[in-house]
């Protein structure tokens, strides 16, 4: 038997062309970059539909929940908008208007603002220590609450602004008392009502 060059041995590794072994990988290298590709804009669009989800809950929450803050001028001016919503009014103390009631516990008062007058009521016994009727000086308000049908309002929170330093220090050197001092605060505020 003659040897023959051209037959190579039985047990000699298959050969495979440089351009089969390449093709083999690059298969699978594009089955993984298309995978990749489709990864990321699938994980943006995800993150898309989850911040407008959030957002339109946020959105849809603070409408229900959201306090209009306005002065009384305004406020009377657009009521058809505010009335039976919750809603701030700001505004300064109609001088006589604070009276106290017992039975049940309650302030009646007034605020105004460029000419417009608000009646309040609030059904709570306690308002704050700087909330008096002082001669001679604005005291200024802000109700929360609800504005009614018939142009009143029903407060649910009161606070009264503090008067400047200024202002005060102003009315000592004219020989008044601080309006706020201990014995302005013993006297109380408003007066008792029938």
């Not at 995800?46 to 406020?75: E, F, H, R, W």
């Not at 603002?113 to 700087?130: H, I, M, S, W, Y």
Request: contains cysteine.
């Amino acid at each position: 038997m003659a040897h023959d060059d051209r037959h190579e041995p039985l047990d000699a590794p298959p050969v495979t062309s440089p351009a089969r072994a390449r093709s083999g990988r690059d298969r699978g290298s594009e089955a993984g970059e298309g995978r990749k590709r489709w990864v990321g804009p699938a994980i943006a669009s995800g993150l898309a539909m989850v911040a407008a989800a959030i957002a339109g809950l946020v959105l849809t929450g603070m409408q229900d929940n959201a306090i209009y803050s306005k002065p009384v001028d305004q406020l009377l001016a657009a009521k058809a908008k505010f009335v039976g919503r919750p809603v701030r009014a700001e505004g300064n103390l109609t001088h006589g208007s604070l009276v106290k009631r017992d039975q049940p516990c309650e302030y009646r008062f007034s605020i105004t603002k460029n000419g417009a007058e608000l009646p309040v009521r609030f059904a709570q016994c306690v308002v704050p220590d700087t909330f008096r009727d002082v001669p001679d000086l604005d005291v200024g308000v802000t109700v929360e609450g609800e504005l009614q049908s018939d142009d009143t309002f029903e407060a649910t929170s009161v606070l009264a602004k503090c008067p400047s330093k200024y202002e005060m220090k102003q009315r000592k050197d004219h020989g008044e008392q601080m309006p706020h001092s201990p014995l302005a605060a013993a006297a109380g505020p408003g007066t008792e009502a029938p």
